[in-house]
Structures are given as C-alpha cells and as structure tokens.
C-alpha cells in the first residue's frame, strides 16, 4: 500500500511499500501536525483476507519521529504500523463489519496530544474487483488520475479533502520488466505551466527507496511544467496494492518417476530428475518451484539416502549403504512447491519416485559343498561326471549371478571342463579327453566358480568360491590290440605249406582284469594262411604265390582277431602284410600270339616279344628259338634277335599260300636256372591290297576256318574214316570166307585199293593231332 503525493507523470514501479508523489518546488506551508485528511474514503474489496494491507494514514509530524503512535477503534479488524499502514487483522468481510467509520487516533508519546481521523471504508464495485485480477499492464491501458480540483490558496484548511483515489493493484513479486508502468498522474494545470512530478515516500524517497519512481517529465504527453517550483496541485495519495497471482499449483508430469541406481553408489551419485510444471509465470514467484523430499520407504539404512536438487529437481544418493540384496527398491514422495518453495504462501503438489536399486557383482557365487564326488567309465567322452552347485545373492540370470567354472588343478591332461547350466547354473563336470583306467584310476580336481563379469572393486572372491572335486574312474573291458598293426613280414614265394611264418599277437590293455585271448582269421583272400587261436602263430596252408591274383605290388593282406574272455568279450583285428620275394616260377611266353603278313608282293618280318609273369631278373631278356618239329617250321621261317627282349620271325621261302600257321618258338627267360617253354605264335598268311592288309576274302575265309568248323569238319572225317576202315577190315574178312569158298571176283579188288590209299595219307591224322592243340590255347 502506498500513498502518492502530486503532480501528473509516468508512475514506475519496482516492488513493494507506500509513497507520495510531490510537485516539486512547491512552497511548503508552516508545519502543523496532523493526519493529512480529516476523512479518509477508501474504496476496498469486499471480502479481504487476513494480514492484507489496505490503505495508510499519512501524519504530518513536523520532525517528531517516531514518537507519533497509532491505535485503531475497531483492534479485532484492523491494525496499524508505526508507517500508517492499515492490515486486516483477520479475514474480514466488509459488509458484515458496524457502519460507523473507522476512527484512528495518533498520539504524541511525549507531549500526550493526540489527533483523531477517520476512514469511511466502501466496498469496490465489480470494475475495480476485475482490476485486482488483471493488474494494468500496457501504457495505452493506463489508469490516469486527475489531481483533484485545487481551491484557492487562502482557503488551505479547506482543503483538507475528503477524497481518496481508488487503489492500484499490482501482482506482487513482479518480476519484470522494469520499469513497469502503473498508473498516470496528470495535473490539469499542465496546459497553464510546465510542471515536475516527484513521488515520496516508503518505496520511493523512504526505504526501501527507489521501488517507485515516476516519471518527472510526462514525457510523452509533454505538458507544461512550473519551472518556479510553486506547487501547483496539492500532494495526491494513490494507494498501490500489491496483489498475490498464485492461482495454479505445481503439476508433476508424471504421477510415477521411476529411476535406478546401482547399488553401493558413492554418495552423490545421480539417480533421476523430477519435473513439475506451474502454470502460472515462471518469471513471478508464482511459477518458481522448489522440490523436497517428503519421505522415503523403507528408511533403510538411514532415512535420508537421496536429496533432491531444490531447483531442477534432480535426486541424487547423499548416503553409502545402496545394497539390492536388503532393498532392492526405494519409495520417495517429492513435492513441488511454487513461491519458491515458501511453505506459508506456496501451492504444494506431490508425486511418487521409485527408485530401483540395480544390481552389481557384489556376491560371488559359492560353492554349496567344499567337495563333490563322481565317478566315470574310462574311455567314455562327454559324459558329465558331477554337477557343482553355487549360490549367488545377486540377480538370478544375469551376467552378475551366472557362474563360469574353471579347473584350477588336478587335471593337466585337459580331460575335464566344466560348462555351465544355463538354466540352474550348475557346472557340469564333464569328460572331454578319453580317461584310462590303467593310467589314473582317481582325479581330484580343484574348481574356481565366477561370475561372467569381474566382481565389483572392493569385492573379493570368498574361499567357497573353490571347490575340490573327487573323481572315481570305473575299469571297462577294453578290446585287444595287435602290436604292430599292420605286421609286415617280406619271405619268398613257393614256400611250401605247413610252413611257419610269424606270431601275431595282442595286447590286452585291461592289466587288472585276468584275460586271455583267443586269435581267428577274419579275412584271407587266398586261404593261404592259419593262425593258431592261442598263441597266434601263422602257418601256411597253401604255396605262396607272388603271382596270384591276391598279391597287388608283391603284398598280400590277411587280417585276424583277437578277442578277449570278457563278458561280454571285447576285440581289436591287425592285418598282416605279406611281402612275396619272387623265384623264377613261370616260364616266357611269346607275345603277341596271332599276326598276319602278306602272301605277296614280299612278306613283311614279325616283330615279337616275350611275356613272364615273374620280375627282372627272372624275366628277360629272353632267348628266342624255333621248334625243331615239325621239320617245316625251320624250313619255312627263322627267328633272329633283335634286341634283349625282342625278336624277329620272317619268312625263308619265297611264297606262302594264304592260311593260318602256328609256329612253335621255344623262348628261355635270364633266371637263375633259367625256365624255358614252346609257345605258339599263330601267323595268318593272307592276299594284302596294295595297301599291305588283308583283303576281305581272306579275312572272312580265316575266320570261318578259325573255330568249332574246323573241328566238326575233322571230326567228321575221323568218323567217316573209322566206318570206312571198319567197313574194310569187315569185308576182308568177308572176302577171306568167300575166297575159300568161291575164288573168281577180280574187280572187286580195285575197290580195296582205293580204300587203302585213304589210309595211306596218314597227313590227316597229324592235321588233327595239330588242330586240337591249337584248339586248346585258343581257348586258354
Ligand atoms: C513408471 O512405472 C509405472 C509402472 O510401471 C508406470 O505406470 C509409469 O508411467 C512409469 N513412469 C514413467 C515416467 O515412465
Ligand atoms: C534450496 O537449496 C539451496 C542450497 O542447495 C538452499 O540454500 C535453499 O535454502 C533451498 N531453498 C529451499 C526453499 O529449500
Ligand atoms: C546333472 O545335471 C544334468 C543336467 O542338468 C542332469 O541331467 C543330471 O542328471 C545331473 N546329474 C547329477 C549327478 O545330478
Ligand atoms: C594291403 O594293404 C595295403 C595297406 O593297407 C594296401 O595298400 C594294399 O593295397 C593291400 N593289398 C591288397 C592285396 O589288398
Ligand atoms: C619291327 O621292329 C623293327 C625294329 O625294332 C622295326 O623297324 C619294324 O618296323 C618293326 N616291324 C613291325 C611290323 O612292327
Ligand atoms: C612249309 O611250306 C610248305 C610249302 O612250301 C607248306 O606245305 C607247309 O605247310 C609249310 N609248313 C609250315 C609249318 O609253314
Ligand atoms: C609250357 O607250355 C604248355 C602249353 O603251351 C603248358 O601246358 C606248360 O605248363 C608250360 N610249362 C611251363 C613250365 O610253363
């Protein structure tokens, strides 16, 4: 509330307190004591809330000080400061309040005398209720007072006037921008005189000083300014009231923040930021929030683990001691409280924050045993032998609660690893490298459980986090082995059967088992071979042939078994590889065995070799000879050497009729007791085109003769000839009987003979001794 005192001008505000406007210049009158109206009109709403200042008094005290005191009439309603300024005492409602003017006495502490005033209060009318809500803010809209009409300047007692310009609302805490014009004071006699305007004061010239200011030049209005200083208007009260605008309470944006922090933060440590909202300006105080923590659960373990930025609403930890594992989550009631916070003016709301404290590895896992046992057939691959139990406080399913096994000792072969069971986090022991009872029969294995992220700094891994794990290996029946395998023995071929050639035995890895072992034979392609079931001995039950079929590169295989006594019985097979030295045991054969050469013009040579199926030395070269019989071989052709393992056959006689011929060649090899044999090389003697080759006719007159013709022709004669011979000799002998009985048939005798000269070509009979040989290599 203020008083202003004279003059027109640009009035500027700041904050709050009452003041006076003076014309400046103005001759002041003797000084008489006294309050400044004898009636004071003061306009007001109807209903003001308690502590609401209202008006002031202004007392002249011509220098006293603050020897002046103030008492009101009505104390229940309304007090008065030493400054003049009128409270309501509580909330009043004006109507309801006695008619009768409120009378204010001033009282001189010293000299006891004592002025009376009085204040017709009136309630506003709804206009001036509006203007408590909507303060004046632009130029344009300015409230412009009038300095009221002056009397003449003799008549100074009557001026005392009863008038009282309505108040002026301004929202208190205003904050900006400055200056803020309120309200125009204008002095009809600035169309005379250029006048000045000055306001006085608490909030202008008194403390807090320069709150309001005015304008001493209506600047813009430029009107006319008494430059003499003769006051123009007398002083002019305005009253200024400063108006609360906290209409809206602080809204959080969201009913339920939720934040996390890890646990065993360090004090200080950010968690979340909080946000409310206040509709009215955040420039005023009516929009400028403060947070605060009401209350957190559980209060654990302290009550004041979080404090809240008062300003920007962000919580942060104030206190060690976050553990998930004891209170994995925090329950914090924020308010947000407008006027900065001030808990007598300010609107208050309130919002829940749940803190959840997240996990960090501050628990190793633990073994629930100091030792496990388990126990494994040897030989036996992933088979899991035990399984390792852990406890972990921290949150089951995360890299902090699964556990990574590691074996730190007992196992330098590497025949163990332990994985992890996704689902209950046990490690399972298992066997990854064959174990061999006969080796080890017990592993007592030390094993280190983690978690897959390191534990948190400060954290040490407890001694639980090892554990020994006892391992018992179970003995299985384990197959024979031959040793070596495969066995190779090299002998000669030839040997004869019933021969020895090697033992061939097994080891039987089960050293703690009484065993024995029984061999077979599982595969020999030859039958060659037997082995003795109890001691492995091989003997031979055959003649070893390196050219058999069976043999590839001088090697011959067989395999056997060993079985053990176990129930049941286990086996292991070798093979025996055997390497035939070779003998000189089959004789050259010429090769190729059929040719063909012209008739004419001039017989070509026959370019031959010798085949044996044993190897160098026992092969060539080869020495080639013709037969000696028949004797026509060496008359017609001869063989000459050509080079070691080759040989030329040619024609001696000048012409050869077309045919085929089988020439007997004796052909020796270089063994030591070299093998020699007659082959037959078969040579078909044909009419050449100029070309060289055989004609058609020929080659069709070659192959009928080739085959089973020429031995039903034969076959047919020696028949026939053997009828015919059996006729003879049965008609001799008719004859002899017939002869001595009746001897006169001459012509008879003519018959015999022709019959006889059959006989006599004999040829025949060696023709067909000849064919069937060569029969019998053809079909070789
Ligand atoms: C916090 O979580 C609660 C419950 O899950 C949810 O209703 C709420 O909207 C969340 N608050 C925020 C700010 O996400
Ligand atoms: C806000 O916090 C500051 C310091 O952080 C303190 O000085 C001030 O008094 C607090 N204001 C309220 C309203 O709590
Ligand atoms: C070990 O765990 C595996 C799989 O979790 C289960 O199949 C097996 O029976 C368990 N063995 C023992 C000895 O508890
Ligand atoms: C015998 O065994 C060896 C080695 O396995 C092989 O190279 C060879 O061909 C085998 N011989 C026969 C005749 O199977
Ligand atoms: C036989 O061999 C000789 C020398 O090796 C060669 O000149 C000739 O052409 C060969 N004849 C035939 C018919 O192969
Ligand atoms: C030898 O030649 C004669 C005729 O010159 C012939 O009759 C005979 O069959 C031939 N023998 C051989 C073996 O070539
Ligand atoms: C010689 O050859 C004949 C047939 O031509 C054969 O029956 C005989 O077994 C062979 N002799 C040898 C030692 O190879």
């Excluded at 169309?191 to 008194?206: C, E, F, H, M, W």
């Excluded at 992890?420 to 064959?434: A, R, S, Y």
Aim: with cysteine.
């Amino acid at each position: 509330m203020y008083s202003l005192h004279e003059g027109s001008g640009l009035f500027l505000l700041a904050v709050l307190a009452g003041l006076q406007i003076a014309a400046e210049g103005r001759v002041t009158p003797p000084c008489r004591p006294g309050f400044s109206e004898d009636v004071y009109k003061v306009v007001m709403p109807d209903i003001v809330e308690k502590g609401h200042p209202l008006f002031n008094v202004r007392f002249v005290d011509c220098g006293r000080g603050g020897l002046v005191r103030f008492e009101c009439s009505n104390p229940s309603d309304f007090r008065i400061e030493v400054d003049g300024v009128v409270y309501a005492a509580r909330s009043i409602e004006l109507s309801t309040l006695p008619a009768s003017p409120l009378l204010i006495k001033a009282s001189d502490t010293t000299t006891q005398q004592q002025w009376v005033t009085q204040v017709k209060m009136t309630p506003s009318t709804d206009q001036q209720v509006q203007q408590v809500a909507a303060p004046p803010a632009m130029s344009e809209d300015l409230q412009e007072i009038v300095f009221p009409l002056r009397n003449t300047d003799s008549q100074l007692k009557r001026m005392k006037r009863d008038w009282v310009i309505p108040p002026i609302n301004v929202p208190e805490n205003s904050r900006g921008p400055f200056p803020q014009e309120l309200v125009r004071i204008r002095s009809d006699n600035d169309k005379n005189r250029l006048l000045r305007y000055s306001v006085t004061g608490p909030g202008a010239d008194q403390p807090p000083t320069s709150v309001f200011i005015i304008d001493p030049i209506s600047g813009l209005r430029a009107h006319a300014v008494d430059l003499n200083g003769n006051q123009v208007e007398n002083p002019i009260d305005i009253v200024i009231n400063v108006i609360d605008m906290n209409d809206n309470r602080p809204e959080f944006t969201h009913q339920i923040w939720n934040g996390s922090v890890p646990e065993g933060s360090k004090p200080g440590t950010f968690v979340m930021t909080v946000t409310s909202v206040d509709k009215d300006d955040p420039k005023t105080a009516n929009g400028m929030l403060r947070y605060k923590i009401l209350s957190q659960n559980p209060e654990s373990p302290t009550s004041n683990m979080f404090t809240i930025n008062n300003k920007t609403g962000g919580i942060i930890t104030v206190a060690a001691g976050l553990d998930r594992e004891k209170v994995p989550q925090y329950t914090l009631i924020i308010q947000a409280t407008d006027m900065e916070g001030n808990p007598m003016y300010g609107l208050s709301n309130t919002a829940t924050a749940v803190i959840r404290v997240t996990d960090v590895n501050d628990n190793a896992p633990e073994f629930t045993a100091e030792t496990f046992f388990g126990e494994v057939p040897e030989n036996r691959v992933n088979v899991i032998v035990a399984n390792l139990t852990v406890t972990d406080k921290d949150q089951p399913n995360t890299p902090a609660w699964n556990a990574v096994y590691k074996i730190t000792g007992g196992d330098p072969t590497g025949r163990f690893s332990v994985p992890t069971d996704p689902t209950t986090n046990e490690g399972l022991v298992t066997v990854v490298k064959p174990i061999d009872y006969e080796t080890s029969r017990t592993y007592v294995l030390t094993v280190e459980a983690k978690n897959e992220v390191p534990l948190a700094r400060g954290i040490h891994s407890p001694r639980q986090s090892t554990a020994t794990v006892s391992i018992r290996v179970i003995d299985v029946n384990e197959s024979p082995y031959f040793e070596p395998n495969p066995k190779l023995i090299k002998l000669e071929e030839g040997m004869m059967p019933e021969s020895t050639l090697s033992t061939f035995t097994a080891q039987d890895p089960d050293r703690f088992m009484q065993q024995t072992i029984r061999y077979s034979k599982l595969a020999d392609p030859a039958n060659w071979l037997r082995i003795d079931p109890n001691t492995g001995r091989i003997t031979t039950i055959a003649i070893l042939d390196r050219e058999s079929p069976y043999v590839k590169n001088s090697l011959y295989n067989a395999t056997f078994l060993a079985s053990d006594s176990g129930i049941p019985p286990a086996s292991g097979t070798g093979t025996l590889q055997i390497f035939l030295l070779d003998i000189n045991d089959n004789a050259p054969v010429v090769f190729p065995q059929e040719t063909e050469i012209c008739e004419k013009p001039e017989p070509n040579a026959i370019n031959i070799t010798a085949l044996d199926g044993d190897l160098n030395p026992n092969a060539g070269p080869f020495a080639f000879e013709l037969a000696h019989r028949p004797v026509d071989v060496r008359r017609n052709w001869t063989i000459t050497r050509v080079s070691g393992d080759y040989a030329q056959v040619s024609l001696k006689i000048g012409f050869l009729e077309s045919g085929i011929y089988d020439i007997p060649i004796l052909i020796t090899d270089s063994g030591n007791l070299p093998m020699t044999n007659t082959s037959y090389l078969r040579i078909k003697v044909c009419q050449c085109d100029f070309n060289g080759d055989c004609t058609d006719q020929q080659h069709i007159m070659a192959a009928g003769l080739g085959t089973g013709a020429i031995i039903s022709i034969l076959l047919c004669i020696i028949i026939l000839l053997i009828l015919v011979l059996m006729f003879v000799v049965w008609m001799k002998r008719r004859d002899k009987e017939r002869q001595a009985k009746q001897l006169l048939i001459d012509p008879e005798d003519d018959v015999r003979d022709n019959i006889l000269k059959y006989d006599e070509e004999g040829g025949g009979e060696e023709d067909q001794d000849y064919d069937l040989s060569q029969l019998q290599r053809r079909t070789r």
